[in-house]
């Protein structure tokens, strides 16, 4: 993962748009089918600070800004999502 990453960072540089997918698809929800039910606010609180680092935020910039801003969806929702439509899918196959 960690040459995927660096090949990314070097390739989508000013792409903050393929940045945030390769975020969402590498380290934020890989395995989200799995643990997804038994989500905190650590995800949200990565995505922000990720989000912070790749546009050269300050750190203390309010979050409220940046999700307003950005049109952030929450990672929990996003891996909420993809739990359901696993179980659902894993239930279709049971039967």
């Given at each position: 993962m960690?040459?995927?990453?660096?090949?990314g960072e070097k390739i989508f540089k000013q792409d903050y748009k393929r940045r945030m997918k390769m975020f969402g698809a590498l380290v934020a929800l890989f395995g989200a089918e799995?643990?997804?039910?038994?989500?905190?606010?650590?995800?949200?609180?990565?995505q922000r600070r990720y989000v912070k680092w790749i546009l050269g935020l300050d750190m203390t910039t309010s979050n409220y800004i940046l999700v307003e801003e950005c049109k952030l969806i929450?990672?929990?929702e996003k891996a909420l999502k993809r739990?359901?439509?696993?179980?659902?899918?894993?239930?279709?196959?049971?039967?």
């Open positions: 960690k040459k995927t990453w660096s090949v799995v643990w997804g039910w038994n989500m905190e606010e650590r995800l949200d609180r990565v929450e990672m929990k739990a359901a439509r696993y179980e659902g899918k894993a239930y279709e196959n049971m039967n």
